[in-house]
């Protein structure tokens, strides 16, 4: 079993930055792809960004490439999206999610989800 906390979210301007954090503890396994995934208000939950982790591969949605950084520490097994020129638009409960498979893989596929962050940019 793995275990997930996001930190980090909070209240930013419009065009402002944050990183989130995703610290992974439990069972790890040899090939797995974490991923962000956000929930806004009425809205369905959607995909941000994937990374593999044993090669670093990386995945964005359309709407935050360029502007989101997924990244990992092997050490502390924490996991983080650095965003940045932030939009009212990205206000979201942000969600950590691990899946013991390798690619770009679908939700469904997510078996590990943390309690999610809520971001929040003012206009």
């Known amino acids: 079993q793995l275990q997930l906390v996001e930190s980090g979210g909070g209240l930013v301007q419009a065009g402002g930055s944050l990183r989130l954090s995703c610290a992974v503890s439990?069972?790890?396994?040899?090939?797995?792809?974490m991923g962000w995934f956000r929930q806004a208000p009425g809205k369905e939950r959607e995909f941000v960004t994937a990374l593999t982790w044993s090669t670093g591969r990386t995945y964005y949605a359309n709407s935050v490439e360029g502007r989101f950084t997924i990244s990992r520490d092997n050490a502390k097994n924490t996991l983080y999206l650095q965003m940045n020129s932030l939009k009212p638009e990205d206000t979201a409960i942000y969600y950590c999610?691990?899946?013991?498979?390798?690619?770009?893989?679908?939700?469904?596929?997510?078996?590990?989800w943390g309690q999610g962050t809520q971001v929040t940019v003012s206009s």
């Open positions: 999610a691990a899946a013991s498979l390798v690619g770009p893989i679908t939700e469904n596929k997510y078996g590990y």
């Open positions: 439990g069972r790890t396994f040899g090939s797995y792809t």
